[in-house]
């Protein structure tokens, strides 16, 4: 009797061996894809430096765009060092944020709207922009570091929209003109002096470097308007909320407040 009570007793213990290492096997690998997960909404929240491989190409992923308040966004940017213009990492950002512009359809962005925290934008328009469907066409151009070096004292007035504030509109004031000195994208020192809506984007896109947002340019709460309120501008009351604002389609630019 010894025996096959020996080997019942044995074949019991090997079974419940199996079924607590298949346990304590199936917690692991939920906690592992628990952890992945919320590694992977970390990555999605907020990596901005991420890339995909295809194909022996490498593709720049579009962060989430950054919205008015969130904190990082409204606080002044660091500069680039020379080491990181070097860098292949830091040319495949600037591949994103223009891949971010066209995407989100914008007429230019600066690199922390999607979380790149760092003094860089691009603008251009190429064709018709709907969100500006009187603006001309610009070039392309990136610029980091920028610094504004001599503004004029005439200004002009403009419809402003942002990217990182949806559905808003504000009539903000600027400088006509503006001459504009840093780095383009091959970390080349340049200076430009730029006019028109070209001078009015790049200043919009500088003040996203140093935390600005167009709602903090207007003058009064009178001049904020949500997007439904510009498409029944035919309703309006005359001159209201002023005489240039009233007539000035989304894109032009006007003299008079």
């Keep these: ?7 019942l007793h044995f074949s019991i213990v090997t079974c419940a061996f199996h079924r607590h290492t298949a346990h ?9 894809q628990r952890t992945l997960s919320m590694d992977r909404r970390m ?21 989430p765009l950054r919205h008015l308040g969130d ?30 512009m066209d995407q989100y359809g914008g007429i230019g962005i600066a690199a922390p709207q999607v979380g790149w925290w760092t003094r860089v934008f691009c603008f251009g328009i190429d064709g018709n922009n709907p969100r500006y469907p009187s603006a001309p066409s610009i070039p392309l151009q990136y610029w980091i570091n920028p610094e504004i070096k001599w503004s004029s004292d005439d200004t002009n007035w403009m419809w402003e929209g942002c990217l990182s504030v949806p ?10 003109e503006v001459v504009l000195t840093g780095q383009n994208e091959h970390g080349e020192e340049c200076e430009q002096r730029l006019t028109g809506l070209a001078a009015r984007i790049a200043q919009h896109e500088l003040d996203h470097l140093d935390g600005v947002l167009f709602p903090q340019r207007v003058p009064g709460t009178e001049f904020l308007f949500p997007q439904a309120s510009m498409d029944a501008r035919e309703d309006w009351a005359d001159d209201w909320p002023s005489p240039g604002s009233r007539r000035t389609l989304l894109g032009d630019l006007c003299d008079e407040r």
């Design 24 to 32: 304590s096997l199936t917690k692991l690998a939920n906690c592992r």
């Design 167 to 176: 559905g808003m509109r504000g009539w903000v004031e600027r400088p006509t």
């Design 1 to 7: 009797m010894i025996g096959p009570i020996t080997a």
């Design 71 to 100: 904190k990082k966004l409204m606080q002044i940017q660091p500069h680039v060092t020379p080491k990181e213009m070097e860098s292949d990492a830091f040319q495949l950002n600037l591949k994103m944020l223009l891949e971010a």
């Design 43 to 63: 990555v999605k929240e907020d990596d901005a430096f991420k890339h995909e491989k295809t194909n022996e190409q490498t593709i720049p992923v579009v962060p």
